[in-house]
């Protein structure tokens, strides 16, 4: 899978019921140890323009559990840089956890654009229209992830879960029969996806 740092790298891949809270705090955690906010808040005074600072006094607010806080910061750092990437991916990660998902995916869709073809932040969409029950164009911003890592078991199972839905049952079968060989939980979450949409079941 690409990925634009080591930070990015390491995001928490979330399956269709989780949220993405577990990325900001991996985001965080990227942080220097030092990165205490009354420090970093001082030093925000300091270098007001400073873009990628507000990023890492939101990383401070998420470590810390201060959301509001952090997307204020990250709004900052977003206004003095529009093309901060890491800006976008975190706005778009507590909007998801709000449940807005049209903020959400307004921001996932700005970090996409940076890396079009980067599995992560195509799942990340695809989660979004999963939450808003647009299966359809979750399970394309699924394949499209697939086709770019084709081991990313997650949008895999995530893919299979929209099939089951949209009764696309043969399709669904197919994913859990490779999910069997490649990941046994989420082949057993995943049967009883497919055991609610068979009849009698």
């Known amino acids: 899978m690409k990925s634009s740092s080591p930070c990015s790298g390491a995001r928490i891949r979330a399956t269709f019921s ?3 809270l577990a990325t900001l705090f ?3 955690s990227c942080s220097k140890k030092s990165d205490d906010i009354n420090t970093l808040r001082e030093q925000v005074w300091k270098n ?3 873009a990628a600072l507000q990023v890492r006094l939101g990383n401070a607010y998420v470590h810390d559990k201060r959301f509001a ?3 204020e910061a990250y709004r900052t750092a977003l206004a003095i840089d ?3 990437d890491d800006a976008s991916h975190a706005l778009g990660a507590l909007a998801f956890n709000r449940k807005n998902y049209p903020e959400a995916l307004l921001f996932f869709s700005k970090h996409l654009e940076h890396a079009p073809k980067d599995s992560l932040r195509l799942y990340d969409i695809g ?3 999963m939450q808003l029950n647009e299966l359809d164009k979750a399970a394309n911003y699924y394949r499209q992830s697939i086709d770019n890592s084709t081991a990313f078991v997650e949008a895999h199972y995530n893919l299979a879960v929209c099939c089951a839905r949209t009764g696309k049952l043969a399709e ?3 994913i859990y029969d490779w999910l069997l060989l490649k990941n046994n939980y989420l082949a057993v979450s995943l049967q009883r996806h497919l055991n ?3 009849p009698g079941k």
């Open 26 to 28: 991996v985001l965080s």
């Open 82 to 84: 529009p093309e901060l």
């Open 18 to 20: 989780a949220l993405l």
């Open 172 to 174: 669904a079968r197919s």
């Open 127 to 129: 989660n979004v229209y």
């Open 69 to 71: 806080e952090a997307d």
């Open 196 to 198: 609610k949409e068979i």
């Open 48 to 50: 007001p323009k400073d």
